[in-house]
């Protein structure tokens, strides 16, 4: 599965943005997507996920309620949106994949490149 991340830039505290992950080489009906990121001098975190086929999904706490996971099989994208930004969410944001139904956030085996966010005070 190739995964192509995009839909950072800079942004105001309280405003919205649309992270897109486009993914290649496979039918993604058996598998989970997840959204992480990675804040400067800190670790990569689970953001979201969705397993594909049933849309189930599942949240971290830190964005549960200002962020919501979505895909669009027609056109095999998964989308972050994000909404009510803080600056505590400035990270690079990656897409992920796994092969599996339970949405977890961990053994992802296939990664993206990141797309920047920063949210600005």
């Known amino acids: 599965v190739q995964l192509q991340a995009s839909g950072g830039g800079l942004v105001q505290a309280g405003g919205s943005l649309r992270l897109s992950c486009a993914a290649s080489g496979r039918t993604l009906s058996s598998y989970v997507m997840g959204w992480f990121r990675q804040a400067p001098g800190k670790e990569r975190e689970f953001v979201a996920g969705i397993y594909w086929g049933a849309g189930s999904t599942r949240y971290a706490d830190s964005v549960k309620g200002r962020f919501t996971i979505s895909r669009d099989n027609a056109k095999n994208t998964a989308y972050l949106q994000m909404i009510n930004l803080k600056p505590e969410d400035t990270a690079v944001y990656y897409c992920?994949?796994?092969?599996?139904?339970?949405?977890?956030?961990?053994?992802?085996?296939?990664w993206g490149q990141g797309t920047l966010v920063t949210v600005s005070s």
């Open positions: 992920a994949a796994r092969l599996g139904v339970a949405v977890v956030d961990a053994s992802y085996i296939y």
